[in-house]
């Protein structure tokens, strides 16, 4: 992916990191994490400014460097409404794009009918952020190869920020806010402004660093706790070290700051956490590290998982 240089206006994106720590009302949802495919990207893209020789003892980069990725998602259900975080890479994709990022052939639409639901039943998507691997999957091909929303009945939730940057293509990527995603569903997006709840029972909080517009979602989950998706504040359970940010982030140390603020509230308010492109152990939860108390781990909620279906595993071939 090649990189953009921004124009000399950066320092108008700078945000304020602190939240205010805005939690969901008491309107519980059925929250089911789901998964709508699996891919790989470069393992030194993924993990920024730690060298190879430290983060290869985390994950196994496979011939080409890429490490194994998923794209998690939540279904979540209050008995009347259903709601949608996040849709995957979706299946508009060359043979050679699916090539290099070794995309398995497996779509949102594919995880949502395993749990008995069509597209059509969603009645909004909340997406963190509006690159490929999140937002892609709120289009399709339909008839005749015309691109077509996804998801027709559904409203489509984001921040303003993420909104104006995806539409003027601010980026550290050239290839991540594609119009194949972003013009069908003009007419059906609901843009926010900051920390809201954007339904009864779920919050939406910025989440500076991967995206000047990057917002994490917090929910009431039917167990009574809060269930929160992170995004790609934290995309894999090796993200947890406060040095391990993307080389894709456009703010890294901001990055940093907005993660350690997370980590201490999730552990504090002992929070579930699904991570977004964990492929082995996504539903965690934060503890202080024992070993240094100024440190967290993330620890797998026993129990727990996403179950990968066999097309959902990338393959393991050069491609």
Not at 191 to 212: M, N, S
Not at 269 to 293: F, K, T
Request: with cysteine; aromatic share 6%; hydrophobic share 35%.
């Amino acid at each position: 992916m090649a990189a953009q240089t921004d124009s000399g206006d950066c320092c108008d994106y700078r945000a304020t990191v602190t939240n205010p720590r805005l939690i969901p009302s008491e309107h519980p949802y059925r929250v089911t994490p789901i998964r709508a495919g699996g891919f790989r990207l470069d393992g030194g893209a993924m993990f920024g400014l730690i060298p190879r020789t430290i983060w290869e003892t985390w994950i196994a980069p496979d011939a080409h460097n890429r490490i194994a990725l998923a794209t998690n998602c939540l279904l979540l259900d209050d008995g009347s409404r259903k709601v949608l975080v996040e849709t995957g890479y979706g299946d508009k994709w060359s043979d050679k794009e699916r090539a290099i990022y070794q995309l398995a052939p497996r779509t949102i639409s594919d995880a949502l009918r395993e749990q008995g639901v069509e597209p059509e039943s969603i009645d909004h998507v909340i997406v963190t952020h509006l690159h490929f691997d999140h937002a892609a999957g709120l289009t399709r091909r339909g008839a005749g190869d015309a691109l077509e929303r996804t998801f027709p009945n559904a409203e489509i939730v984001v921040q303003q920020r993420e909104w104006d940057d995806a539409i003027a293509n601010r980026s550290t990527m050239t290839r991540t806010y594609l119009p194949s995603h972003l013009e069908p569903i003009r007419s059906a997006v609901r843009l926010l402004d900051g920390p809201t709840e954007a339904l009864p029972g779920i919050v939406v909080r910025p989440l500076v660093g991967h995206t000047w517009g990057q917002h994490g979602v917090f929910v009431r989950d039917e167990r009574g706790g809060i269930t929160v998706f992170p995004a790609d504040l934290i995309p894999t359970r090796h993200h947890v070290h406060l040095a391990a940010n993307m080389g894709y982030d456009v703010l890294p140390y901001e990055n940093m700051l907005s993660k350690r603020e997370f980590l201490a509230e999730a552990a504090g308010e002992g929070w579930r956490l699904v991570l977004d492109h964990e492929p082995s152990q996504p539903i965690v939860r934060a503890e202080r590290d024992p070993a240094d108390p100024s440190r967290h781990v993330l620890v797998p909620v026993a129990g727990e998982s996403i179950p990968a279906a066999p097309e959902d595993r990338p393959s393991t071939t050069s491609g």
